[in-house]
């Protein structure tokens, strides 16, 4: 079986305890995390051999990112050193009105430094069925821009399915270009796009119809038009999917997603999410579902969908980015057991 390929930052995150501020606190919980590191760690976890792809200094704190990914099965053989430092982010967590907030510090990070030939594509793709990077990527440097689309044209001329979580972040895109001037000729090389309810207006002007993030409602149907004229605008792409979330509080959402096969949309449950634990991480976790299902069930996007979104409900339930829950705990989800009753 080949193996899954992402590349992206990975970062130490430190995570205010509870729901204090950061101007309360005098400690923080260290992980690591980042979008395709996520995704990694969702796709070792359910059996695909998973390689993960970046660029680290050669200290301690590195040793011990890469320790903890193999440590959930994760192929780190392909990570390149150099630089100083590793990127790390500090997180709030929000609570009723009050929103959580994130605070980035990955300037001059060894991973914003990268750029084009630093990494072997063609030895790192050789033996690989699918190559998935997001839109943050390309938004931390334009060396990493260039790197990124350096591995999907590699990916397309192999014949390596591609996939792309859109994840804009506006307070990364700094170095003096916006991302709809990047994005586009990296999106035009994949054959699948993801994204959330509000990325492709970001980053495409692509606006969904009577949509608001903060009525605690979303409409399937709304979206219709945003997956297909995203597959017309990029016409390689075979597949769309967008999460659907509603907030009513920083604490209770809810959540579901569509997806565009290329001739009719596939609608999954909704999720009512009213005692969220963590949220950072729901996104890859939901990429991280539907590229399994992808791969586990090719003629059935309908399944695919319901897996990867069952398995992004499930990580609002789990401390940290990684979305550590097992193929039998989505599937009994998709089958509509919610109960949380205790498994003997």
């Not at 079986?1 to 950061?22: C, D, N, Q, S, Y």
């Not at 760690?41 to 993960?52: K, Q, T, W």
């Not at 979305?323 to 509509?336: C, H, P, S, W, Y």
Request: hydrophobic residues 40%; charged residues 25%.
């Amino acid at each position: 079986m080949g193996k899954v390929v992402t590349f992206g930052e990975i970062m130490l995150r430190l995570a205010v305890p509870g729901h204090l501020r950061l101007g309360q606190t005098r400690e923080f919980t260290a992980t690591f995390g980042g979008g395709e590191a996520n995704v990694a760690v969702s796709l070792a976890n359910y059996g695909i051999p998973a390689s993960f792809v970046t660029r680290l200094p050669v200290n301690d704190l590195a040793a011990e990112c890469l320790k903890e990914l193999r440590s959930h099965g994760v192929d780190t053989g392909d990570v390149v050193f150099g630089g100083n430092r590793m990127g790390l982010y500090y997180l709030e967590t929000g609570a009723v009105a009050r929103p959580s907030k994130v605070l980035y510090d990955r300037d001059l990070s060894s991973f914003s430094e990268i750029s084009p030939h630093m990494i072997d594509w063609n030895e790192v793709l050789r033996d690989a069925r699918w190559f998935h990077w997001t839109g943050i990527t390309p938004a931390v440097s334009q060396g990493a821009a260039d790197t990124c689309l350096e591995a999907i044209k590699t990916a397309n001329r192999m014949g390596i399915p591609v996939s792309c979580d859109l994840n804009y972040r506006k307070n990364l895109w700094k170095y003096g270009k916006q991302a709809s001037e990047v994005m586009p000729r990296m999106v035009e090389g994949c054959d699948v796009i993801i994204g959330n309810e509000e990325d492709a207006e970001k980053v495409f002007h692509i606006k969904p119809k009577g949509f608001s993030a903060t009525g605690g409602k979303v409409n399937a149907s709304d979206f219709e038009h945003v997956c297909m004229e995203l597959s017309e605008t990029f016409p390689r792409a075979k597949k769309v999917a967008v999460t659907l979330r509603g907030s009513l509080s920083a604490e209770h959402n809810t959540w579901s997603g569509v997806l565009w096969d290329g001739h009719r949309m596939h609608t999954a449950p909704v999720y009512d999410i009213t005692h969220i634990v963590d949220r950072v991480g729901g996104g890859d976790s939901f990429a991280g579902g539907l590229i399994y299902g992808l791969l586990t069930w090719p003629r059935d996007d309908r399944k695919s969908l319901r897996f990867a979104t069952a398995a992004s409900c499930l990580k609002h339930t789990i401390y940290g980015d990684f979305n550590r829950v097992t193929i039998q705990e989505v599937e009994t989800l998709m089958d509509g057991d919610a109960s949380g009753r205790v498994n003997r």
